[in-house]
Every structure is written in C-alpha cells, then in structure tokens.
C-alpha cells in the first residue's frame, strides 16, 4: 500500500560523530550503514533486513554553531510542501529549513511544532513505499511505534490533526501522568502508529521519540551500558507484553529501542 499524506516515512539522526553512531547503532540494532552518496554532506543511509529505515547525517561546524544538537528526526511524507510549510507557520510553527529537495525523491523542509518539537516533511515521488515504520508487523530494525510528549497534548493533537489529519480515537489512562492517547493516520486506516502524552517533568523540553525494534531488551541494555551508552528509563514492561528502553547515545542523542524480555 502506498504511503498517504501523514506518514513517517523515514527517520534521521543528527550525529556530532557519525562514525561513532554508525558503529554504536549498528551493534544495537544490526543496521547496514552505506554512503548517500551527497556531494559535500557526508550522509549515510541505513537498513534492517533489506529495507531502508533512515540517514545518518554528520553535523557540521557551522550547524552546531547554529545551534543545532544530536537528535533523531522523523520525516513525514505529504502531498504538497511548500503548502504544508505555509500551514505549519500560519499555526505557530517555526521553520528551519526550506527549499531543498532530496535528488531523486523530492522537496523537503525542516520544522518545530509550536511547542519546539523538530520533524520533517517530504513529497516523495520517488513512486516507492516506504516500510521504515512498521505499520502491520513487527520487523527487526524498523520503527515500531512514534512517540510525542508535549507540554500541551491537545494543542499537539489539533497542530497535528490540521497539517496531516491524525486523529487519536483510543486512549489509556496513565494516573498521574494523565491520558496517553493512540495516533491513528486518518480514520479509514487500520492501525495505530504512535502516542500521544503530556511531557513528563523530567523531559527537559517537548520531543519527538521513536522505537526500534531489536530481538532482546535485555541484550540491549548490557549493550548499551558497556558502549558509552545511558540509560534514562527501562526496561519497563508496556502493554501487551514488550519492554522498552529510553536512553542517550554516546554522542548525546536520546533514542528509544523495544523488544521482548528474552536472552538471545
């Protein structure tokens, strides 16, 4: 099935040493790292299992100087960009990079929520189906769910609802943390692909968090510890029987990884 407008359809991180993160990410989740081949940007694509997930684009100098910090960015595809640029700011938010376009896919931009959470979006007319995010089935490597914490969740949920049409029609009660509540692309589509909470207090500001499959949570947290790695939550047990681990990689980006409690 083709991607609609509203989908993540590709996920970047943002890395002050990309050949630390390529050898940190690839010992976590198995990623197969290739030069994009970008003249005079030295980023690298990566994939599980035969499938392309996402970049690796090493900062430079001057993008640290502007303020820019190691992050993962989702991409979310849409029909028109620089229609979805004007709408985003004519509803608070702040763009940071317009104008561009990916050479064989298309024009992209770069912003903030009203509340500073950074995505993207992309028109791809590549005429390929992006499964970055795994939408039916588990797939080792890929996304398997997209997470925002926002100060305002239901400001978030109409920012979100108006530029791409996500609706939130189930929801959990979380006690003290408030409702999480599940994001569906679109009323007609057949599955949640993410959630929506208030920031906790300890987040220091709004974020986009997005989980990667991997075979055993328990490898995962022996391996993160003993590679530079941190980590800020987990395992914690989340509905339906997985485990999740937020954590900072080596070079200061906070990632988030899910999987069963099983030795591998």
Same mark, same amino acid.
């Given at each position: 099935?083709?991607?609609?407008?509203?989908?993540?359809?590709?996920?970047?991180?943002? %890395?002050?040493?990309?050949?630390?993160?390529?050898?940190?990410? @690839?010992?976590?989740?198995?990623?197969?790292?290739?030069?994009?081949?970008?003249? *005079?940007?030295?980023?690298?694509?990566?994939?599980?299992?035969?499938?392309?997930?996402?970049?690796?684009?090493?900062?430079?100098?001057?993008?640290?100087?502007?303020?820019?910090?190691?992050?993962?960015? *989702?991409?979310?595809?849409?029909?028109?960009?620089?229609?979805?640029? %004007?709408?985003?700011?004519?509803?608070?938010?702040?763009?940071?990079?317009?104008?561009?376009?990916?050479?064989?896919?298309?024009?992209?931009?770069?912003? &903030?929520?009203?509340?500073?959470?950074?995505?993207?979006?992309?028109?791809?007319? %590549?005429?390929?189906? @992006?499964?970055?995010?795994?939408?039916?089935?588990?797939?080792?490597?890929?996304?398997?769910?997209?997470?925002?914490?926002?100060?305002?969740?239901?400001?978030?949920?109409?920012?979100?609802?108006?530029?791409?049409?996500?609706?939130?029609?189930?929801?959990?009660?979380?006690?003290?943390?408030?409702?999480?509540?599940?994001?569906?692309?679109?009323?007609?589509?057949?599955?949640?692909?993410?959630?929506?909470?208030?920031?906790?207090?300890?987040?220091?500001?709004?974020?986009? @968090?997005?989980?990667?499959?991997?075979?055993?949570?328990?490898?995962?947290?022996?391996?993160?510890? &003993?590679?530079? *790695? @941190?980590?800020?939550?987990?395992?914690?047990?989340?509905?339906?029987?997985?485990?999740?681990?937020?954590?900072?990689?080596? &070079?200061?980006?906070?990632? %988030?990884?899910?999987?069963?409690?099983?030795?591998?």
């Amino acid at each position: 099935m083709a991607n609609q407008h509203g989908d993540f359809v590709w996920y970047e991180l943002m %890395s002050g040493d990309a050949d630390a993160a390529q050898e940190f990410y @690839s010992g976590l989740l198995g990623w197969k790292f290739k030069s994009g081949d970008m003249e *005079g940007v030295d980023y690298r694509t990566f994939s599980a299992g035969g499938g392309d997930i996402g970049g690796l684009l090493q900062m430079t100098e001057e993008m640290t100087e502007h303020g820019a910090r190691p992050c993962w960015v *989702g991409y979310v595809h849409v029909e028109d960009v620089p229609a979805a640029v %004007s709408k985003a700011r004519d509803a608070g938010a702040t763009v940071l990079v317009e104008g561009h376009e990916v050479p064989g896919v298309g024009p992209f931009a770069m912003l &903030q929520d009203p509340e500073g959470a950074p995505f993207y979006v992309i028109e791809d007319r %590549s005429g390929q189906t @992006s499964d970055a995010f795994a939408a039916h089935e588990p797939r080792m490597g890929h996304c398997a769910w997209n997470e925002l914490m926002a100060d305002d969740p239901e400001a978030a949920k109409s920012f979100y609802g108006d530029l791409f049409g996500w609706v939130a029609p189930e929801e959990m009660d979380m006690g003290e943390m408030g409702k999480y509540e599940m994001l569906r692309n679109g009323d007609e589509r057949d599955f949640m692909f993410g959630g929506l909470m208030k920031r906790a207090p300890e987040m220091p500001v709004s974020m986009w @968090s997005f989980y990667f499959r991997l075979p055993s949570i328990d490898v995962a947290h022996t391996f993160i510890g &003993q590679n530079g *790695g @941190s980590v800020l939550n987990g395992p914690m047990e989340i509905p339906g029987g997985e485990f999740i681990i937020n954590g900072v990689d080596p &070079q200061g980006a906070m990632f %988030s990884v899910i999987g069963p409690r099983a030795e591998a």
